[in-house]
């Protein structure tokens, strides 16, 4: 096994393992990643052999911060808002053929989502048949700092947590933990992550059936088994602050909401950040995530990600990706010049077009 590959495959007796393997990057995926696993996950769901596929990162710091944004950066300034953005447009497409994958997913596939899980890790995890987090864990969508949007499925799982928690994390990304994810919706079980080793062990040395829907009920009792009762977890930030969220994004205009937001004047640090972050990123972003959310509710999931390709295209050749990227990931000076820089100078048209397919003829996505 080649420890340089950025994807390292195993085999555990019947459980197939998949670590992404860039853990200085904490484990950002990049397209090679993302085509590796892709065609894996292809394979395993051919191989009768292969009952349960787990998926993890190397080390234990994150399962996976986010995309390769720097990558998607430099191709986007060889490109205009005419250009025709065949690298972002392969990149998005193979990232969200895989999130369909594991959504659609026939066999069992546990993510082990401890440590760092943002972005394109939340893509890889949200679809999973067993998700679990641990103590460490920490999660967020927070593309409205490089004027991006929550992508990967964002605006299939964001319209299914409860009340108006998915509008408030995609405005301001704020970061939730695992106790935040079982509460949303996005995880089912909370295992410690020391345990993870002794998990996947446990799950290599149990007897598996042909028939897939015993399978999944195999390995949801094996993780019932390990997980942390309610004293050992952290306590639900989203939890203790969702009467509170309701208000702040109770309001039928999104200038509404993000107003209250920015203006929150107590004294919880954790709304201080959120307000804070919503406030310094970009105008256009809050204006596609009320849009994405209102278009997606009725949606089914292939056409959510169909959607969401041809935003992603489309904002990566925006002015506001760049400079969002340049800010914080390229200068580093976090001091973004956003253009136009306030929500109301932003028109419905310009948010309009951003929804627009880029591509003549066939859509990527055309064969979810």
């Given at each position: 096994?080649?420890?340089?590959?950025?994807?390292?495959?195993?085999?555990?007796?019947?459980?197939?393992?998949?670590?992404?393997?860039?853990?200085?990057?904490?484990?950002?995926?990049?397209?090679?990643?993302?085509?590796?696993?892709?065609?894996?996950?292809?394979?395993?769901?051919?191989?009768?052999?292969?009952?349960?596929?787990?998926?993890?990162?190397?080390?234990?710091?994150?399962?996976?911060?986010?995309?390769?944004?720097?990558?998607?950066?430099?191709?986007?300034?060889?490109?205009?808002?005419?250009?025709?953005?065949?690298?972002?447009?392969?990149?998005?497409?193979?990232?969200?053929?895989?999130?369909?994958?594991?959504?659609?997913?026939?066999?069992?596939?546990?993510?082990?989502?401890?440590?760092?899980?943002?972005?394109?890790?939340?893509?890889?995890?949200?679809?999973?048949?067993?998700?679990?987090?641990?103590?460490?864990?920490?999660?967020?969508?927070?593309?409205?700092?490089?004027?991006?949007?929550?992508?990967?499925?964002?605006?299939?799982?964001?319209?299914?947590?409860?009340?108006?928690?998915?509008?408030?994390?995609?405005?301001?990304?704020?970061?939730?933990?695992?106790?935040?994810?079982?509460?949303?919706?996005?995880?089912?079980?909370?295992?410690?992550?020391?345990?993870?080793?002794?998990?996947?062990?446990?799950?290599?040395?149990?007897?598996?059936?042909?028939?897939?829907?015993?399978?999944?009920?195999?390995?949801?009792?094996?993780?019932?088994?390990?997980?942390?009762?309610?004293?050992?977890?952290?306590?639900?930030?989203?939890?203790?602050?969702?009467?509170?969220?309701?208000?702040?994004?109770?309001?039928?205009?999104?200038?509404?909401?993000?107003?209250?937001?920015?203006?929150?004047?107590?004294?919880?640090?954790?709304?201080?950040?959120?307000?804070?972050?919503?406030?310094?990123?970009?105008?256009?972003?809050?204006?596609?995530?009320?849009?994405?959310?209102?278009?997606?509710?009725?949606?089914?999931?292939?056409?959510?990600?169909?959607?969401?390709?041809?935003?992603?295209?489309?904002?990566?050749?925006?002015?506001h990706f760049k400079e969002g990227v340049r800010a914080l990931l390229i200068d580093k000076d976090r001091a973004p010049q956003w253009q136009p820089a306030s929500l109301e100078e932003i028109s419905p048209e310009q948010v309009a077009r951003c929804f627009d397919s880029p591509w003549y003829g066939e859509h990527p996505l055309a064969d979810l």
């Amino acid at each position: 096994m080649d420890q340089d590959f950025p994807v390292l495959f195993s085999r555990r007796g019947a459980v197939a393992v998949a670590t992404l393997n860039l853990p200085k990057a904490l484990n950002a995926l990049n397209l090679q990643m993302i085509e590796r696993l892709c065609a894996q996950l292809d394979a395993w769901a051919r191989d009768d052999t292969v009952a349960v596929v787990w998926i993890d990162g190397s080390g234990d710091r994150a399962l996976c911060a986010g995309g390769d944004v720097v990558t998607l950066y430099q191709q986007s300034a060889s490109y205009g808002e005419t250009g025709d953005g065949r690298y972002n447009t392969e990149f998005f497409s193979c990232e969200y053929r895989l999130d369909y994958t594991i959504h659609t997913y026939s066999k069992p596939v546990v993510v082990w989502g401890g440590g760092i899980v943002m972005g394109g890790g939340i893509g890889i995890m949200a679809g999973a048949s067993h998700r679990i987090v641990t103590e460490t864990t920490r999660m967020a969508m927070p593309e409205i700092t490089i004027g991006l949007f929550p992508d990967v499925g964002g605006s299939w799982f964001l319209n299914r947590m409860p009340g108006r928690l998915g509008l408030f994390l995609g405005l301001t990304g704020a970061q939730f933990n695992g106790a935040d994810a079982l509460f949303v919706g996005l995880a089912d079980r909370m295992i410690a992550q020391d345990q993870r080793d002794t998990v996947l062990e446990t799950l290599a040395a149990l007897a598996f059936a042909q028939g897939v829907d015993a399978n999944h009920e195999t390995v949801s009792d094996c993780l019932k088994t390990f997980e942390l009762v309610s004293l050992q977890r952290p306590e639900s930030v989203l939890w203790e602050h969702y009467d509170q969220i309701q208000q702040l994004t109770d309001f039928s205009s999104l200038p509404a909401v993000c107003t209250a937001i920015r203006s929150y004047q107590g004294g919880d640090k954790w709304l201080q950040r959120s307000a804070s972050t919503l406030a310094g990123g970009s105008p256009l972003t809050p204006w596609i995530i009320w849009e994405q959310l209102r278009r997606a509710r009725h949606r089914s999931l292939a056409d959510v990600f169909r959607m969401e390709l041809a935003l992603a295209v489309n904002l990566c050749a925006s002015g506001h990706f760049k400079e969002g990227v340049r800010a914080l990931l390229i200068d580093k000076d976090r001091a973004p010049q956003w253009q136009p820089a306030s929500l109301e100078e932003i028109s419905p048209e310009q948010v309009a077009r951003c929804f627009d397919s880029p591509w003549y003829g066939e859509h990527p996505l055309a064969d979810l």
